[in-house]
């Protein structure tokens, strides 16, 4: 499905990290991972697996949530993000997406994108540049340009969050849960926009998404999480292939498709922890 080349440099580096919220709760129990310089590499797992978590600390935004990382480090482009704030590190070219398509609800569509360029300083004509570049990419947006956000689809909203990231002139982006409520054809659009993105504006991508089938398509590497922790990594035309990932997260055996019912054993079973 994909095309893409991600290069050996690596951009994002997850050293065993270690998350506690409220002084108490362990979310995240020695995560690792890395994102190279124009790849495509997808963060699942199950509902609170860990992977929002995961995009959070990177981002610094864990501290509005009593969240901190109490193990392990983040380096982006071999510096450490530890002290930064989320406007510091969208500075550095890494800026998250947010789950739920968070928008102002009371702006326009265009004035939604607007926002995201607030930390630029290339001038007017540059970020005129770069919204005529975003309305390339999401077309829609260009029609519904005037329509207060909160009165757009789901799948518009959604549309319009990825484009005021890229407003920013992002290096990498932080996508969580890209196709959360939205109809599979519309997931599709998404997941489509995004491998133009990758390919032809070469922006690295780290996407958190329970949608393991149509994740493993598109991206070039995958973890998968489980209770806080990488239970299993690998190329994802491999993961696509591997018989635990296609039955208990693609719902797969060598029997054929099973249902939610019988795939639920595998937290007894779990053969790459064995």
Request: charged share 25%; net charge neutral; with cysteine.
């Amino acid at each position: 499905m994909l095309d893409g080349n991600p290069t050996n440099e690596t951009l994002l580096e997850v050293n065993n990290i270690e998350v506690i919220y409220n002084h108490v709760i362990l979310v995240l129990k020695g995560v690792s991972l890395s994102v190279p310089k124009g790849g495509i590499i997808a963060l699942l797992g199950g509902n609170g697996a860990g992977k929002t978590t995961t995009l959070k600390a990177i981002s610094q935004l864990l501290h509005s949530e009593r969240g901190e990382v109490t193990k392990g480090s983040i380096e982006y482009r071999g510096q450490s993000v530890s002290g930064l704030n989320p406007s510091d590190l969208v500075k550095r070219g890494v800026i998250q997406v947010m789950e739920g398509r968070h928008c102002f609800e009371h702006l326009t569509i265009e004035e939604n994108l607007l926002t995201g360029s607030y930390t630029r300083r290339d001038g007017a004509a540059a970020v005129a540049a770069d919204l005529d570049k975003v309305y390339t990419y999401f077309p829609r947006l260009r029609e519904r340009r005037k329509s207060q956000a909160g009165y757009t689809s789901g799948g518009e909203q959604q549309m319009c969050a990825i484009g005021r990231a890229l407003m920013s002139r992002p290096e990498t982006i932080l996508l969580d849960e890209p196709s959360m409520g939205l109809a599979p054809q519309l997931v599709e659009e998404i997941f489509g926009i995004v491998k133009d993105l990758n390919e032809k504006e070469g922006v690295s991508f780290l996407l958190a998404e329970q949608n393991t089938n149509v994740a493993l398509r598109f991206a070039h590497y995958g973890y998968i999480l489980e209770s806080g922790r990488v239970v299993m990594d690998g190329p994802a035309a491999e993961l696509r292939e591997n018989p635990d990932v296609k039955e208990f997260y693609l719902g797969m055996s060598d029997d054929g498709r099973k249902s939610f019912r019988d795939t639920r054993s595998y937290r007894r079973r779990k053969r790459w922890l064995s």
